[in-house]
């Protein structure tokens, strides 16, 4: 049975002088040696500086004592390494009877490092050795007064003198051995010093601490400080060559499993490494230098890179391969992409040709509508002669409609269908356009799917599909309707890239013809590309029916073989709702009315024809070139009942917001579309926009007629539900009509612009006033000549004579004659410094209905 060992008697116990720093050298404890030694108690010491505690002097020059020690305690806190100072100059204050004394003593000096478990210096231990006696120059007397056995005064000076210079030899290893320190440190990689057989680690720089888990392992056998070592064959064998044969070995990219923390796991690093043997001159290999750098992450990168090369190149070589399995489908792939890009560009020629020729259809249509009212019934051959016109117009009609149809601009209506139904209903008009000679068969399958698609236009599309078969078989063979769901997975959409995989409803319409060559399938759908003899084909109608086809949304597929018949293929896409009601033809006789119209339209031909047809019909018509004069119309005040606008027109403002200008202006305006090609205005993914009426040109009297009453109809019915009165808040300008004028003017308009003399004319008209339009002042000048006016409503800026000039001729004549200028400056009319004009009202622009009917009464009431 033993006692417990108490280790702060032990601390106590010990004869030399020691004392335990903290990291901001704070004295921590003491040894009673150490207390003796320097006259101190322990209550004053503890929490206090070591630099504050011991007493300073004021030494000799150079004498550097205080710098030295806090150096070598700072080496300690940094290298966490032992440190020591052979000799070091440090008083001590001695009490006696005089008062406290300053005694110089001398100190050997050596710290210690105490780590914490993160292995960061935690507390400097320093062991002291006094040594004041042999460096005393007493110190024969001291021997003298206590003999020392084998110590004579012969003997001393000689020691003494070894003594100082092992000090001085002792201060020069020292700061070599911080030179060497510093050396280590400089290093990038890790550094160590291994010395003797047991490979006891010497020396290790700041760079290998983190391998070793910041461990204090000087002192250590390398295979005890990384038993995870003990028993690696290659490592052993390594440090024997270089040991025990004196060999440089060099280690690039080597695997170990090493533990960096020390209780962490072991880890595979790669180490680049060089082991040198370091020898005296002559002798045998007394240590190892290792030198290394830890290139783990740089050959996992290089491991992955590899990888992902190896990856790659495999990669490439599965896309060689899959790419010669599809050579025939690419060149396949770019042939349909050129005819696609083909189709769209003559499309894009096909839809701008359209347009032009519908305007030009329309002024045609309604000049020859209109000459049929004004013959009347007692021309006979005159009026054969303009049905003869008109049978001309509807076909033309039908060839620009065929046109839309291919470009994909014509604008759709759909509706959810059963394409069984749909079918099923055109039965008796297929049987009587193919003849007793051709059998039609009709084929639906159960649980079809409904399809969103305009049944008008798909009826014209599987007429046109029945003639071209009938042609096909010379009148005399079988027709085939086939209806079924159908779904194109990827594999087919990857063979035909235009077409998204999904649902379909399939109708496949085949005969027993002819067939095709695969020369005529290629150009097919082309536009005017046609077999037949001339004059019996417009080769629009497969063409008409691609386009369609392409702008619901769907895919056509052609499949034909000479002397075995034609199968054309539709695919329309599935729609989720249910089937929408038919939708009800206007009928009955034409009818006009007495509301407002507004048309806009800025072909001139087209307007003049469009407003007497509309006039005819009982209407009040207003008109304007560009949806920048309707607006000022709309913002004049006029009520307006609807608004006719053509889709297409030029200038800032577009149609579709000339409408919802109109809209917000006049809530209960009704707003009617016209157009013979409608781009994507009102028009986007093939469809009608919801709520937007529209009447294509080119259009007939009796379309018009139908459309108007249609929608003015409506309106009265809203208006009806709605009530008789609304309250005074919601009134619209268009509810408030200008006040008639007090008596009819006769007006003289100068204006060269064309859009803001045809919007003052009509302002001017509604006022109920006579309006003579001319674009210079030498024309006014001649119509002054020829006529008498009230007014003159000139533009300061014209052509020629200016307004200005123009208004001072006038005035001169003192005829009466009133003068209103026209100014885009504002109130200022006239140039600065010219001399006024009595008499003349000056009309800022931009003027709508109100500042004119103000300004022509202001210039008729001035003397």
Not at 137 to 148: I, L, N, S, T
Not at 214 to 237: H, S, Y
Not at 244 to 255: A, C, D, I, L, T
Request: aromatic share 6%.
């Amino acid at each position: 049975m033993s006692d417990t060992l108490d280790t702060q008697k032990l601390f106590d116990a010990a004869p030399s002088p020691l004392m335990v720093l903290d990291r901001e050298l704070k004295y921590v404890t003491a040894n009673q040696a150490y207390l003796e030694a320097t006259s101190l108690r322990l209550d004053e010491v503890i929490g206090r500086s070591v630099f504050e505690v011991l007493p300073q002097q004021v030494h000799a020059p150079g004498d550097d004592s205080s710098r030295r020690l806090r150096e070598s305690l700072e080496r300690v806190l940094t290298q966490r390494m032992p440190d020591m100072i052979p000799m070091l100059a440090q008083p001590i204050s001695r009490t006696t009877e005089k008062g406290p004394v300053l005694e110089e003593r001398f100190w050997t000096c050596s710290h210690k490092p105490l780590l914490d478990s993160s292995g960061n210096v935690a507390f400097i231990l320093q062991h002291a050795v006094d040594v004041t006696d042999l460096r005393s120059a007493d110190a024969a007397k001291w021997v003298q007064a206590e003999p020392r056995e084998g110590l004579s005064p012969d003997l001393l000076a000689p020691l003494l003198a070894r003594m100082g210079k092992l000090q001085e030899t002792n201060k020069s290893l020292d700061d070599e051995r911080r030179y060497l320190r510093q050396l280590l440190e400089v290093f990038p990689g890790v550094v160590g010093v291994l010395r003797g057989p047991d490979y006891i680690f010497e020396m290790v720089n700041e760079n290998y601490l983190p391998f070793l888990g910041f461990r204090d392992v000087v002192g250590m056998p390398l295979f005890k400080a990384r038993p995870e070592l003990v028993g690696n064959k290659a490592i052993e064998d390594m440090l024997a060559r270089v040991f025990y044969q004196g060999e440089s070995v060099s280690m690039r990219n080597f695997k170990v499993a090493l533990r960096t923390k020390v209780d962490g796991p072991i880890e595979d690093l790669f180490i680049n490494f060089d082991y040198r043997p370091v020898r005296v001159p002559g002798g045998p290999v007394q240590a190892i230098l290792v030198y290394g750098q830890d290139v783990t992450e740089k050959a996992l990168a290089e491991a992955k890179v590899l990888h992902y090369q190896e990856h790659l190149e495999e990669l490439v070589r599965e896309r060689t391969r899959a790419l010669e399995e599809s050579e025939a489908e690419r060149r396949r792939t770019e042939a349909q992409l050129r005819q696609s890009q083909k189709m769209e560009a003559v499309g894009k020629l096909t839809g701008g040709v359209a347009h032009d020729f519908n305007n030009l259809l329309q002024v045609i249509a309604g000049n020859l509508q209109l000459l049929q009212r004004d013959l009347g019934d007692g021309n006979e051959r005159a009026m054969a002669r303009l049905q003869t016109a008109a049978r001309a117009v509807d076909r033309g009609a039908k060839l620009a409609s065929q046109l839309l149809s291919f470009a994909r601009r014509q604008p759709l209506q759909p509706l959810v269908v059963n394409l069984s139904r749909l079918v099923r209903g055109m039965d008796e008009l297929l049987r009587r356009t193919l003849g007793e000679d051709v059998q039609l068969e009709t084929s639906t399958s159960g649980g079809l799917w409904n399809t969103a698609i305009d049944p008008n236009q798909l009826e014209n599309v599987i007429l046109n599909l029945a003639i071209n078969a009938r042609d096909a078989m010379e009148n005399n063979g079988r027709l085939t309707i086939e209806v079924s769901n159908a779904v194109l997975d990827d594999h087919y959409c990857r063979l035909h890239p235009e077409v998204l995989p999904g649902q379909y409803v399939l109708l496949a319409v085949s005969d027993t013809g002819s067939g095709m060559t695969p020369e005529v399938m290629e150009r097919a759908f082309e536009p005017f590309f046609t077999t037949k003899p001339e004059g019996r084909g417009t080769g629009l109608g497969l063409s008409m029916v691609y386009g369609f086809v392409k702008q619901s949304g769907g895919h056509i597929k052609l499949y034909s073989e000479v002397g075995h018949g034609t199968t054309i293929k539709l695919y329309l896409p599935r729609a989720m709702e249910a089937e929408t009601a038919d939708a009800q033809v206007i009928t009955g006789p034409i009818e006009g009315g007495t509301e407002t119209i507004l048309v806009v339209e800025d072909d001139a031909e087209v307007r003049t024809t469009v407003v007497e047809m509309v006039s005819e019909l009982g209407y009040r018509v207003l008109k304007a070139v560009d949806a920048q004069s309707a607006l000022v119309v709309l913002q004049s005040g006029v009520p307006i009942d609807m608004l006719f606008t053509d889709v297409v027109m030029p200038g800032p403002v577009r149609s579709p917001e000339l409408a919802k200008q109109a809209k917000t202006l006049i809530p209960d305006i009704e707003v009617l579309f016209t157009s013979g090609y409608t781009e994507n205005a009102i028009v986007h993914g093939g469809r009608l926009d919801p709520g937007v009426q529209l009447l294509s040109k080119p259009y007939s009297r009796e379309e018009l007629a139908r459309k108007l009453r249609q929608l003015l109809d409506n309106r009265q019915q809203r208006l009806a539900v709605r009530g008789p009165h609304r309250p005074e808040a919601t009134s619209t300008p268009s509810e408030r009509a200008p006040e008639p004028a007090s008596r009819r003017l006769r007006v003289l308009l100068v204006e060269d612009d064309e859009d803001v003399r045809s919007s003052a004319c009509e302002l001017m008209d509604l006022l109920g006033h006579e309006v003579l339009a001319v674009t210079s002042a030498e024309e006014a000048k001649g119509a002054m000549a020829a006529s008498n006016f009230d007014v003159l409503f000139t533009d300061v800026t014209l052509p020629g004579v200016s307004g200005v000039d123009l208004a001072r001729e006038v005035a001169g004549k003192k005829n009466g004659m009133k003068i209103i200028l026209a100014s885009g400056h504002g109130n200022v009319a006239l140039p600065r410094g010219e001399q006024p004009l009595e008499g003349v009202v000056v009309l800022p622009k931009p003027y709508a209905l109100p500042q004119i009917q103000q300004a022509l009464e202001q210039a008729v009431t001035l003397p």
